[in-house]
């Protein structure tokens, strides 16, 4: 029977590569034994087969890290489990840095290893030598050490999961093309093949380069295009042997690693070559591309500064594979958003190796599961949207993703190929005042205004860049008088029908049940109580509702509810992103500024804060939002699109009394953190709940009808609470934080920082970070004890508060800034 095709399955996987088989391995290990992996060609015969085989733990997620963690762990021991051979060696890797700016990036990797458990060493040239001594250091600053990496062979890796995956009961069929999804009621339902359909309540979509053109099959997006890899493979050269670790030149975009006593030498060119822009060959299997070495060359010259020996080693072998990257250089896990029941693990990115043990598990878990164990929101799959999947954009964004391996990982960088992409209504408005754009979910936002005769361009540094100065002004006009935001990037929903009411209010940690006219502020929760997101619920009218929440978030979002509405409800979810522009306008000033154009009474009585009114704008009509995240008196102004650049024109005609400035995010972000606010996927995140982030307020435990993670929540509330959300103030002025520093206890790591930034107002960087202790983190846990952080090796004593020191009303904050 063993060689009769099937006809159905629990779970189809789509793929014989290295995730494929993780995927199927890991299934059988928790107990989901009727699963048939499909592979079109022999098993790795796509990508995995010419992959180097390098695997890094250190990610700047400590989710992702430990995903890695889990694979070095998996790869020593799977011989022993299957009886095949792995090529897993643990022989460590070196980084070393060419400039000042490349050893603070090391710098910060030291400490954001031991803020992940990650054994590291930051060590000299000389010492790098001695591990490394085929390599030239004279130019080099530094180096840092993580003994627990190292390399395995991919074929072979592939081959011991997949015995691990039929020891555990799966069937594996090579030489089976995958042509059709079958798909009922919203949901797959199996694979049509070129041998024949199969039944299945869950497909899984681990096509490697083809996974896009598989997603098309069913109408589901995966955003990935192939560019073109090199390495080469030389013969013996004195001196290396097979203990070398492996060796990461990032300031020369190259790698190295021992091969049979030779070294692979390959990396991650600035400006990469796509490949397969009119579809990738069904039958590229074990197949590689022309040499190219003029592509090659940059990376050529700086291995030949690195390692001198190479002028003179015979080249084996020129590898030119193409592999698939992603648009943001993580790949994409998780159920598609389209369609139930398909999942899928794709877009590696060149880390399949690395990643494909932890990757394989936790897809693994969420399809066993049903949701997410942990939080993966830097390679969920709803992070992308529809029109992330556009070939043409596709193609010039991985031109740039690929050199992001190794390009210098500034603070606050942006990616700058494929743009602008989602424009506002205000977009020529803002850039004809010297907006300085960035980007989120595709569209251009404002970070900060240049002055007249300032160029709005961001010069990145570590220290201060050259926006300071800008922000500082932003800040202050908001702090003082008045500022406007443009923030129609914000993604919006109505939910509406005689049951949307019921249905939000079980989706809501808050209550939500509210009088129409009400906004509420709230969590939508996970069953283990993390937050899936937070967000604003603004009640319209008794059955309608319109839902402001992070423009990163639409697609999760939408999905999160939908997945969550029962089927027979009456409430139906409509985006409404695109129908309105958002237009906060903060500061003291505001109410004076907004009635100078508006007839609506906007007295604390008549315009209570947390209220949403439909107010006249000169001659234009929209919601007005009196809420704030910047800590001062404020509306958000949600503007139908059409009138959105009136209603900003009328805004600066009426607001020049005011001293009323544009602003961008740069000062937002500085404003929310000086107050305290949490941000979703930094402070706020699937692994922390609402009392660990110090939002208890925002929850109704007694709401009738209860709501998603409240049985979580109630023994959180009952627990010692060793995980908290805490503000630290710096106490020098001078350094500049920007997210991911250690923090540290009287000496030993407790949390790391979650998102940092330059308060002005507060004359020193303010920062919110996750603490974590044994013991419970309190108020006297905090005041008992000496608080540092680590800014790239220099540890800066700072003030740790559990509420945000800054009061708008307090002239004691305004001296203590001015001091």
């Known amino acids: 029977m063993a060689n009769v095709f099937p006809t159905q399955a629990r779970v189809v996987i789509v793929g014989g590569g290295i995730i494929g088989c993780s995927v199927a391995y890991h299934l059988t290990r928790l107990g989901c034994r009727d699963v048939v992996l499909l592979e079109q060609g022999q098993l790795s015969g796509g990508t995995t087969w010419h992959a180097a085989g390098l ?35 643990n022989c460590g890797s070196l980084a070393v840095a060419r400039t000042a700016d490349r050893m603070t990036v090391l710098k910060r990797t030291a400490a954001s290893a031991r803020a992940q458990g990650v054994e590291v060493e930051l060590i000299s040239p000389r010492q790098a030598a001695e591990l490394w001594p085929v390599m030239a250091t004279d130019d080099l600053v530094g180096a840092v050490w993580l003994p627990g990496d190292g390399k395995a062979n991919p074929t072979d890796l592939t081959q011991s999961l997949a015995k691990g995956a039929r020891n555990g009961g799966a069937r594996i069929i090579e030489r089976v093309r995958v042509t059709g999804i079958k798909v009922k009621d919203g949901a797959a339902c199996g694979v049509e093949t070129d041998h024949g359909d199969i039944a299945a309540e869950i497909v899984v979509n681990c096509a ?63 400006h990469a070559k796509p490949w397969g822009m009119n579809g990738i060959p069904d039958n590229f299997e074990f197949a590689l591309l022309e040499d190219d070495w003029e592509q090659f060359e940059i990376l050529m010259e700086n291995a030949l500064i690195r390692v001198p020996q190479l002028e003179q080693a015979e080249v084996r072998k020129f590898y030119n594979g193409p592999e698939s990257f992603t648009p943001d250089n993580n790949f994409i896990l998780g159920e598609a958003p389209e369609l139930k029941n398909f999942y899928v693990g794709a877009g590696f990115n060149s880390m399949g190796i690395a990643s494909a043990g932890g990757a394989g598990r936790a897809l693994a878990e969420w399809i066993v599961n049903g949701t997410p164990t942990m939080d993966l929101w830097p390679v969920d799959i709803r992070r992308f949207a529809a029109f992330n999947n556009n070939p043409r954009w596709l193609h010039d964004r ?8 190794y390009a210098m990982p500034w603070p606050n960088r942006e ?18 005042k010297g907006a300085c754009f960035g980007s989120k979910m595709g569209w251009e936002r404002a970070n900060w205004f240049a002055a007249a005769g300032e160029a709005p361009h961001t010069d990145y540094s570590f220290g201060r860049q050259n926006w300071h100065e800008a922000v500082r002004r932003e800040m202050r006009a908001t702090r003082e008088n008045v500022a406007v935001f443009d923030q129609t990037s914000f993604a919006k929903f109505l939910v509406q029908g005689r049951d949307a009411c019921a249905v939000l209010n079980r989706l809501c940690a808050a209550n939500i049940d509210v009088a129409p006219g009400t906004s509420v502020y709230t969590g939508m929760l996970n069953e283990r109580g993390g937050y899936e997101s937070d967000l604003t619920v603004m009640r319209l009218s008794a059955q309608k509702f319109l839902i402001v929440t992070g423009s990163a978030q639409a697609v999760h979002d939408a999905d999160w509810i939908a997945r969550n509405t029962p089927a027979a409800a009456h409430a139906v979810l409509t985006d409404v992103t ?13 109410r004076d500024l907004l009635g100078k154009i508006t007839s609506a009474d906007l007295s604390n009585a008549g315009f209570p804060f947390a209220s949403i009114r439909e107010i006249d704008i000169g001659s ?9 995240y910047v800590g001062e008196l404020g509306w958000e102004l949600i503007v139908p699109t059409e009138f959105a650049v009136g209603v900003y024109e009328m805004l600066h005609e009426a ?40 939002l208890g307020f925002a929850v109704s435990l007694d709401k009738p009808g209860g709501f998603i993670g409240r049985e979580a929540l109630v023994k959180a509330s009952s627990a010692t609470q060793r995980r908290r959300i805490v503000q630290f103030i710096v106490d020098d002025a001078e350094p500049m934080l920007w997210g991911g520093e250690l923090i540290l206890r009287d000496g030993k790591p407790v949390g790391d920082v979650r998102s940092a930034a330059y308060g002005h107002t507060l004359g020193r960087s303010v920062a919110l970070g996750l603490v974590e202790a044994p013991q419970r983190v309190d108020k006297d846990f905090l005041a008992g004890a000496r608080f540092e952080i680590d800014l790239a090796g220099t540890r800066y004593a700072a003030t740790p508060h559990l509420r945000s020191p800054y009061d708008p009303k307090s002239e004691r904050v305004k001296a203590d800034a001015a001091s």
């Open 415 to 432: 990616l700058d190929t494929a743009r602008p992409f989602r424009r506002s209504p205000l977009y020529d408005r803002l850039a004809a």
């Open 398 to 405: 991985v031109k740039e993703t690929l050199g992001l391996h």
């Open 620 to 628: 234009a009509t929209a919601f007005a939002n009196r809420m704030t």
């Open 655 to 694: 607001g020049a009394e005011f001293g009323l400035a544009d602003a961008g995010y740069y000062a937002l972000d500085a404003l929310r953190i000086e107050k305290g606010y949490r941000a979703w996927s930094r402070e706020l995140t699937p692994d922390i709940n609402p009392f660990e982030a110090g």
């Open 55 to 89: 695997v890094g733990q250190l990610r700047s997620h400590a989710n992702m890290t430990g995903l890695i963690k889990y694979s070095t762990q998996l790869y020593a021991e799977l011989e022993a489990k299957t009886g095949l051979a792995t090529g897993w060696k």
């Open 578 to 590: 695109s129908s309105y522009a958002v237009l906060a306008l903060m500061g003291p000033k505001a």
């Open 208 to 270: 490697g380069q083809w996974a896009r053109k598989v997603g098309l099959m069913c109408g589901v997006s995966v955003p990935l295009h192939s560019a073109e890899h090199m390495y080469i493979v030389t013969g013996r050269i004195e001196g290396v042997h097979p203990d070398l670790p492996v060796l990461r030149d990032p300031d020369g975009f190259i790698y190295f690693k021992e091969e049979v006593g030779g070294l692979v030498m390959g990396g991650f060119e600035p």
